[in-house]
C-alpha cells in the first residue's frame, strides 16, 4: 500500500541553525500540507501546497517557514532560524484531491529538538 | 472560528470493554469529520471518516455517527483489544478554507489492558 514518508524521524538542532525536513508524498497525489505538533498540544495546520506554490498557510507559517517541491517526488519544509519553540513533532501529508471530503494521508512524522 | 473539542485522556479500559470518547466540533459551514489513529512509532492512519449529517463511518468495529444537531462524531467500539492502544484524533476538514485543511482536536491516548 503506498504510503507517505518522512526523514529524518529525529532531529535534534541548536537555535539559530537552518533544518530541513524532508517528505515523500504518494506519488499520484497533487495536494502537500505540513502540519505540527507541539508535545501535548494540538495537531496543527501550517501549509498547503498545490501545483507547485503555496495555497494557503497559517499564522505559524512565518518568513522563517518556506516548503519547496526540488522535483517530482520531493516535498520539503525548511526552517531557516530555528527557535526553541520550533521544537514539534511534524507531519507531512497529500492528497489526490482537496475537496470538503479529501482523505489526507499522513506520514510518520519528524521530531524537531531545538536546544 | 472552526475547532474540534475532544475528551481528555488517557483512558484506560480492560480488553471487551465498550469505549466511547467524545468528539464535539464548531463550524461554519458543513465539514467533513475523521478519526485518525495513531499507533507507537508510526503515522496518523484515517480510522474512519463521515462527509455529511446522518452519515456513519465504520471501520475496524469503530463507529462514529455525524450529528449535526448535537454537532459532534463521538467514536464508538463495542469490545476493544489491547491492540487498540493508540492515540485517536478527531479532526474536520475545514469548509472555510481554500484547502480543506484539517482542524484537529488534542487527540485521546487510549490503553486497553488484557
Known amino acids: 500500500e503506498p504510503e507517505v514518508t518522512q526523514t529524518p524521524s529525529h532531529q535534534v538542532t541548536q537555535m539559530g541553525q537552518e533544518v530541513i525536513l524532508r517528505c515523500v508524498p504518494i506519488?499520484?497525489?497533487?495536494?502537500f500540507y505540513w502540519y505540527r505538533q507541539i508535545l501535548g498540544q494540538k495537531v496543527e495546520f501550517l501549509v498547503s501546497f498545490y501545483n507547485n506554490e503555496i495555497s494557503e498557510k497559517s499564522e505559524i507559517f512565518d518568513d522563517q517557514f518556506s516548503v519547496e517541491r526540488p522535483d517530482g517526488s520531493n516535498f520539503t519544509l525548511k526552517i531557516r532560524s530555528t527557535k526553541l519553540e520550533d521544537s514539534a513533532m511534524y507531519f507531512c501529508?497529500?492528497?489526490?484531491?482537496?475537496?470538503?471530503?479529501?482523505?489526507?494521508?499522513f506520514g510518520p512524522g519528524t521530531r524537531l529538538t531545538v536546544t | 472560528g472552526n475547532s474540534v473539542t475532544q475528551m481528555e485522556g488517557p483512558v484506560t479500559l480492560s480488553e471487551e470493554a465498550f469505549l466511547t470518547i467524545n468528539c464535539t466540533y464548531t463550524?461554519?459551514?458543513?465539514?467533513?469529520l475523521f478519526w485518525y489513529v495513531q499507533y507507537p512509532g508510526e503515522g496518523l492512519q484515517l480510522l474512519l471518516k463521515?462527509?455529511?449529517?446522518?452519515d456513519k463511518g465504520s471501520n475496524k468495529g469503530f463507529e462514529a455517527t455525524y450529528r449535526k444537531e448535537t454537532t459532534s462524531f463521538h467514536l464508538e467500539k463495542g469490545s476493544v483489544q489491547v491492540s487498540d492502544s493508540a492515540v485517536y484524533f478527531c479532526?474536520?476538514?475545514?469548509?472555510?478554507?481554500?484547502?480543506?485543511?484539517?482542524?484537529f482536536g488534542t487527540g485521546t491516548r487510549l490503553k486497553v489492558l488484557a
Open positions: 501529508a497529500s492528497s489526490d484531491w482537496g475537496g470538503w471530503s479529501s482523505e489526507q494521508y
Open positions: 479532526a474536520l476538514s475545514d469548509p472555510t478554507s481554500g484547502t480543506y485543511k484539517y482542524i
Open positions: 463521515a462527509t455529511k449529517a446522518d
Open positions: 506519488s499520484n497525489h497533487l495536494y
Open positions: 463550524a461554519t459551514g458543513y465539514p467533513s
